[in-house]
T-cell receptor, first 113, second 111 residues
Framework: KAGVTQTPRYLIKTRGQQVTLSCSPI?????VSWYQQTPGQGLQFLFE???????NKGNFPGRFSGRQFSNSRSEMNVSTLELGDSALYLC????????????FGPGTRLTVT | KNQVEQSPQSLIILEGKNCTLQ??????????LRWYKQDTGRGPVSLTI?????NTKSNGRYTATLDADTKQSSLHITASQLSDSASYIC??????????FGPGTSLSVIP
């Protein structure tokens, strides 16, 4: 069974630009969660999508948004990038949500200059 | 306030030695606690998951313990290998929308 895939793996953007990250969950998984990981803050929960609906949201500004498609693939968008948005963005898929086993992708390393 | 603390922040041990990582959580109500291993540049991989009724769970050379009364968990690594070098993250889950990650312990195993 293929694991969680994330594209792109690395990205360099300039302040003020926007970016879209993609996550393909494990086949059969309907829940996708997004996390931001920085050396200073550790892993922080962004949001969770289940069956195309945002089910939970972390404490991030509205510049961070996401969506999920009918095939469970998910995208995360960050608008008006700031230097502090530089981080590893991880997506995790699970069968039906947070109480189930979560499988993480390799992450997208975003650098904002 | 819901939070997870881990100690030590970093640890260096010799190959073949044992070590124990600590996790203290204040998440209420408590649902379960997971330990993840994260290699540099990669996503975390789950090692163990325990609910409040479980106090020990093993996964190969990794043994996790949970004391729901004191809200403490530990991860014991036996006969460490160079490949154990990674960050170990403790995650406490409360009610459905509360997922609290610890800051992680960075473990370096040296020959």
């Amino acid at each position: 069974k293929a694991g969680v895939t994330q594209t792109p793996r690395y990205l360099i953007k300039t302040r003020g630009q926007q970016v879209t990250l993609s996550c393909s969950p494990i086949s059969g998984h309907r829940s996708v969660s997004w996390y931001q990981q920085t050396p200073g803050q550790g892993l922080q929960f962004l949001f969770e999508y289940f069956s195309e609906t945002q089910r939970n949201k972390g404490n991030f500004p509205g510049r961070f948004s996401g969506r999920q498609f009918s095939n469970s693939r998910s995208e995360m968008n960050v608008s008006t990038l700031e230097l502090g948005d530089s981080a590893l963005y991880l997506c995790a898929s699970s069968f039906a949500g947070a109480t189930y086993e979560q499988y993480f992708g390799p992450g997208t390393r975003l650098t904002v200059t | 306030k819901n939070q997870v603390e881990q100690s030590p922040q970093s640890l260096i041990i010799l190959e073949g030695k044992n070590c124990t990582l600590q996790c203290n959580y204040t998440v209420s109500p408590f649902s379960n606690l997971r330990w993840y291993k994260q290699d540099t540049g990669r996503g975390p991989v789950s090692l163990t998951i325990m609910t409040f009724s479980e106090n020990t769970k093993s996964n190969g050379r990794y043994t996790a313990t949970l004391d729901a009364d004191t809200k403490q968990s530990s991860l014991h690594i036996t006969a460490s290998q160079l490949s154990d070098s990674a960050s170990y993250i403790c995650v406490a889950r409360g009610s459905y929308d509360k997922v609290i990650f610890g800051p992680g312990t960075s473990l370096s195993v040296i020959p």
